[in-house]
């Protein structure tokens, strides 16, 4: 079953990964779907910005409501970490 979700509990788990690389599936409408990955910038009443890692660098705004509707999809990406080889 499902859990019960709202748009305050997508805002307080967004707030927790400020900062953090995400990546985001949009379905965009007539089977037309963007993935894109960036930083979680910031997180507003009703939005959240992502800043893209393209070449443009620019950020990109979905609503909460998008999520809860599951027109947008959000994964939060794990840090790896580089570990020096001993030489």
Avoid: C
Avoid at 13 to 21: F, N
């Amino acid at each position: 079953m499902k859990q019960k979700v709202s748009i305050d509990s997508i805002r307080m788990k967004l707030d927790s990964h400020l900062g953090e690389r995400i990546k985001v599936r949009a379905n965009e409408g007539r089977k037309r779907i963007s993935i894109k990955e960036g930083v979680l910038e910031n997180t507003y009443p009703s939005i959240f910005v992502i800043r893209l890692d393209d070449e443009s660098r620019r950020a990109v705004t979905w609503s909460y409501i998008d999520v809860l509707t599951d027109s947008v999809e959000i994964q939060f990406l794990e840090q790896v970490q580089e570990v020096p080889a001993d030489s």
